[in-house]
């Protein structure tokens, strides 16, 4: 299984609330808290393949979702535009930054 990612991170809290209870609380138990497999499945009574198939199907899931839902990308998008505003502010160029402002809540 590939290591943990910040876009895991991410795919958990924009989406995590559509996996099941369960399949969500062995990925926040991975992700959030850093236990390993075996540490995982000694608490939740499973085995540490069951721990490994849960959090790769639940990986699997999360990018299904971002791929149709795009919320990340999305976001990313904001708050790339955010950031360029802020930088237009700081040089004063108040027209840019206007027009990037424009573009973010056309986004929203």
Same mark, same amino acid.
């Given at each position: 299984?590939?290591?943990?990612?910040?876009?895991?991170?991410?795919?958990?809290?924009?989406?995590? %609330?559509?996996?099941?209870?369960?399949?969500?609380? +062995?990925?926040?138990?991975?992700?959030?808290?850093?236990?390993?497999?075996?540490? +995982?499945?000694?608490?939740?009574?499973?085995?540490?393949?069951?721990?490994?198939?849960? +959090?790769?199907?639940?990986?699997?899931?999360? *990018?299904?979702?971002? %791929?149709?839902?795009?919320?990340?990308?999305?976001?990313?998008?904001?708050?790339?535009?955010?950031?360029?505003?802020? *930088? *237009?502010?700081?040089?004063?160029?108040?027209? *840019?930054?206007?027009?990037?402002?424009?573009?973010?809540?056309?986004?929203?």
């Amino acid at each position: 299984m590939s290591g943990k990612t910040a876009k895991d991170l991410l795919l958990l809290d924009f989406y995590g %609330n559509l996996l099941t209870e369960r399949m969500r609380g +062995i990925m926040e138990l991975y992700l959030f808290e850093d236990l390993s497999l075996s540490e +995982i499945a000694e608490t939740c009574e499973i085995s540490r393949q069951g721990v490994h198939d849960t +959090i790769k199907r639940g990986k699997a899931q999360l *990018e299904e979702y971002e %791929n149709r839902l795009g919320l990340i990308e999305m976001f990313d998008k904001q708050k790339d535009l955010a950031r360029r505003a802020i *930088e *237009e502010l700081d040089r004063q160029d108040t027209k *840019e930054a206007r027009r990037l402002l424009v573009e973010l809540t056309d986004e929203l």
